[in-house]
């Protein structure tokens, strides 16, 4: 009679019973079943890398971003802070220019006043007044940075002076400034205005 090895863990008194041909075999609670590997954080009671949540290299990211954010917004508001003190002040600047060269002239227009009070006078003394005021309102603008020019027997000069008339001038050398008919006033960038000349023919 044949004798069958005994399962570890079974007595003597338990029978084996034959497998039928074909039968599949209930696992045994004894062995190792087949199945996917125990994750990190089951094996040692820790989060694994893809677990929720920042890591302290992201919060620091975060951090540096947020406070260039705010750089460049208190930035933004001190430009728009500064552009419009520069124009309040430029407007100020500007205010205060005109108001002393209207204050230079009023004088001028004081001794014209002065003038035409006493039209009814000697007519010579009304042209001396008058002169003496043409003088006074060309004190001022020289000393505002624009002096006066018309001078006449210079060389045509395409700077300073304006050709409105070729004449033929036997006296005058061919070229030059025969007449001023309307006087300039001020130099190179200053220049308010060329004088209107009227110049000597060329041969």
């Not at 019973?17 to 696992?27: D, F, K, L, M």
């Not at 010579?124 to 005021?133: N, S, W």
């Not at 036997?170 to 960038?189: F, I, N, Q, S």
């Amino acid at each position: 009679m044949p004798i069958h090895p005994q399962e570890p863990g079974r007595t003597g008194a338990d029978p084996v019973e034959p497998v039928p041909e074909g039968a599949v075999t209930p696992p045994r609670g004894d062995l190792r079943q087949p199945g996917p590997p125990p994750r990190p954080e089951a094996a040692y009671g820790e989060p694994g890398p893809d677990a929720a949540g920042p890591t302290p290299a992201e919060d620091e990211y975060t951090t540096a971003i947020q406070e260039l954010e705010d750089r460049w917004r208190r930035a933004l508001a001190d430009l728009d802070n500064l552009r419009k003190r520069h124009a309040r002040e430029l407007e100020r600047e500007r205010t205060a220019e005109r108001s002393r060269t209207a204050a230079a002239f009023l004088p001028v227009l004081d001794n014209l006043e002065l003038a035409l009070t006493h039209a009814g006078a000697d007519p010579d003394a009304i042209v001396e007044g008058v002169r003496a005021v043409r003088d006074q309102a060309v004190n001022v603008l020289e000393l505002l940075g624009y002096p006066r020019h018309a001078e006449h027997g210079l060389a045509f000069d395409p700077a300073r002076h304006e050709v409105v008339g070729v004449v033929e001038d036997p006296d005058a050398p061919p070229g030059t400034v025969v007449e001023v008919l309307r006087p300039g006033y001020g130099d190179g960038e200053r220049q308010l205005r060329p004088a209107a000349v009227t110049v000597a023919k060329r041969e």
